[in-house]
T-cell receptor, first 117, second 115 residues
Framework: EAQVTQNPRYLITVTGKKLTVTCSQN?????MSWYRQDPGLGLRQIYY?????VTDKGDVPEGYKVSRKEKRNFPLILESPSPNQTSLYFC????WGVGTSRTGELFFGEGSRLTVL | AQSVAQPEDQVNVAEGNPLTVKCTYS??????LFWYVQYPNRGLQFLLK??????LVKGSYGFEAEFNKSQTSFHLKKPSALVSDSALYFC?????????????FGPGTRLSVLP
């Protein structure tokens, strides 16, 4: 089954304790992305990657790191979490390229709800 | 720069009535357009997309959307709303002819279908 898997789904942590949210996809997609969703603010992109070893900042990258060492995985790292990073996080993946055969829809994971105390 | 607008934060409709959720976009190249739905405590689910071809595209759960190039719109429609359609709907665009151009999402529209 084609899917994007995020872990953990729920996490409560404390300020300053490093954490990693993993994301894995089994569709051989080039493109992967992280979003955060906060009430009234819609979806905001944190980082994205158009292929292995290629990453770029989205709209709200501060306080986050990513890496793309393998095509299937795109972990989100919070080196020193703060309460303003309490949010619902989504990972997504897609085919990537130009033209109709390389433009697919985004597939989303089920989300990771993070609370930083 | 690309952008997507969803002019209504909230749409209320009675069950059985037709529904429309509006989306307008701005993109310099070829617009590839998408609609997603988010149910409470769930991830976003793909509903339908316009890439090329027929301006009226049909998707999941009886939804359809009409691409209008002159009005730069891609409104989501359903002939007869169900209470179970109540959810948050997002429109998104990508410039399909530009390798480096990212997906851009609208702010979302909350649809409430009243019994």
């Amino acid at each position: 089954e084609a899917q994007v898997t995020q872990n953990p789904r729920y996490l409560i942590t404390v300020t300053g304790k490093k954490l990693t949210v993993t994301c894995s996809q089994n569709m051989n997609h080039e493109y992967m992305s992280w979003y955060r969703q906060d009430p009234g603010l819609g979806l905001r992109q944190i980082y994205y990657s158009m292929n292995v070893e290629v990453t770029d900042k989205g709209d709200v990258p501060e306080g986050y790191k990513v890496s793309r060492k393998e095509k299937r995985n795109f972990p989100l790292i919070l080196e020193s979490p703060s309460p303003n990073q309490t949010s619902l996080y989504f990972c997504a993946s897609s085919l990537w390229g130009v033209g109709t055969s390389r433009t697919g829809e985004l597939f989303f994971g089920e989300g990771s709800r993070l609370t930083v105390l | 720069a690309q952008s997507v607008a969803q002019p209504e934060d909230q749409v209320n409709v009675a069950e059985g009535n037709p529904l429309t959720v509006k989306c307008t976009y701005s993109v310099s190249g070829n617009p590839y357009l998408f609609w997603y739905v988010q149910y409470p405590n769930r991830g976003l689910q793909f509903l339908l997309k316009y890439i090329t071809g027929d301006n009226l595209v049909k998707g999941s759960y009886g939804f359809e959307a009409e691409f209008n190039k002159s009005q730069t719109s891609f409104h989501l429609k359903k002939p007869s709303a169900l209470v179970s359609d109540s959810a948050l709907y997002f429109c998104a665009v990508r410039d399909g002819g530009n390798y480096g151009q990212n997906f851009v999402f609208g702010p979302g529209t909350r649809l409430s279908v009243l019994p």
